[in-house]
């Protein structure tokens, strides 16, 4: 069955510094792919999604992301993170033809 | 355009007993589906339906019934509560093309 990983549950960082979320799937075929964002007490928001082309997306509020078709991944980037970034973030899967299949989340906490 | 609206936002329930959460979209989407939402656990399919009349299982199905009797509402049935159902849930609907969900507010269930 197919699968997403998120590498990391919690990852704690100051104002200023650079953010890369590792995701991982386990399907060979093609995929498309997302990164939702939960903010604090609210419903999840697309953050950036990719479905072809330029293997690397840019999504809202700085956040990016680069496809490997190699290493069956989908890392989520920003260069210069904020208090405000703090939130729970969601890579997810789409199979042709199937359901949205989400990975665990990684929570981010920004300090000020 | 309300989007993607669920009743209630919180509901507590005893043991055994049955409710009904409600979701709703004015947007003609196709496709409809329900989530849970556990922490450490990411979200997880429950059911879902790509039209009127159509509905299937997801990856954590047992204890939940759904129907979709029209293309906008798409409710999701306990028919008796338990405290493994305590969760957070979410509906979310998009096109038959398209590949973005969009999420409801989330119903917080607690189940006593």
């Known amino acids: 069955a197919q699968s997403v990983s998120q590498h990391n549950h919690h990852v704690i960082l100051s104002e200023a510094a650079s953010l890369e979320l590792g995701c991982n799937y386990s399907?060979?075929?093609?995929?498309?792919l997302f990164w939702y964002v939960q903010y604090p007490g609210q419903h999840l928001q697309l953050l950036l999604k990719y479905f072809s082309g330029d293997p690397l997306v840019k999504g809202i509020k700085g956040f990016e992301a680069e496809f490997i078709k190699s290493k069956f991944s989908f890392n989520l980037r920003k260069p210069s993170v904020q208090w405000s970034d703090t939130a729970e973030y969601f890579c997810a899967v789409r199979l042709s033809g199937t359901a949205l299949i989400f990975g665990k989340g990684t929570t981010l906490s920004v300090s000020s | 355009n309300a989007g993607v609206t669920q009743t209630p936002k919180f509901q507590v329930l005893k043991t055994g007993q049955s409710m009904t959460l409600q979701c709703a979209q004015d947007m003609n989407h196709e496709y409809m589906s329900w989530y849970r939402q556990d922490p450490g656990m990411g979200l997880r399919l429950i059911h879902y339906?790509?039209?009127?009349?159509?509905?299937d299982q997801g990856e954590v199905p047992n204890g939940y019934n759904v129907s979709r009797s029209t293309t906008e509402d798409f409710p999701l049935r306990l028919l008796s509560a338990a405290p493994s159902q305590t969760s957070v849930y979410f509906c979310?609907?998009?096109?038959?093309?398209?590949?973005?969900?969009?999420f409801g507010a989330g119903s917080r269930l607690t189940v006593l």
């Open positions: 979310a609907s998009r096109t038959g093309g398209a590949n973005v969900l969009t």
């Open positions: 339906s790509v039209g009127a009349g159509i509905t």
């Open positions: 399907y060979g075929g093609t995929v498309n």
